[in-house]
């Protein structure tokens, strides 16, 4: 089993920037890439970033592209997402996941470990 539990989330004025941290404990020689997701109310998850856990590989979804930036400490075991220039259409909560084998996704059906989430809040 992975555990994964997110935080950093708030409420910030749009422009602003917000760090969200996920920890990854448990079975942690069994994932291979960790991805954020977010889901705004009435509408589907949505692809934010992931990174690859050994190398680094990054990706990022278009709405987060030139904004948000996917790191990792593997001696804390943990993923952050820095988040800058937000605006109000960002605000969702915000969900890390853990996906075992080798490829990398953006489809969130591909993880098989999801933290609880975080809300993320952005006022105009």
């Known amino acids: 089993q992975v555990q994964l539990v997110e935080s950093g989330g708030g409420l910030v004025q749009a422009g602003g920037s917000l760090r969200l941290s996920c920890v990854v404990s448990?079975?942690?020689?069994?994932?291979?890439?960790i991805g954020w997701f977010r889901q705004a109310p009435g509408k589907e998850r949505e692809f934010v970033a992931l990174?690859?856990?050994?190398?680094?590989?990054?990706s990022y979804g278009d709405s987060a592209k030139g904004r948000f930036t996917i790191s990792r400490d593997n001696a804390k075991n943990i993923v952050d997402l820095q988040m800058h220039s937000l605006k109000p259409e960002d605000t969702a909560v915000y969900y890390c996941?853990?996906?075992?084998?080798?490829?990398?996704?953006?489809?969130?059906?591909?993880?098989?470990?999801w933290g609880q989430g975080t809300q993320v809040t952005v006022s105009s």
């Open positions: 996941a853990a996906k075992t084998g080798l490829g990398l996704s953006a489809r969130d059906y591909d993880y098989n470990y």
């Open positions: 448990g079975r942690t020689n069994s994932w291979y890439v």
């Open positions: 990174i690859r856990w050994s190398g680094g590989t990054t």
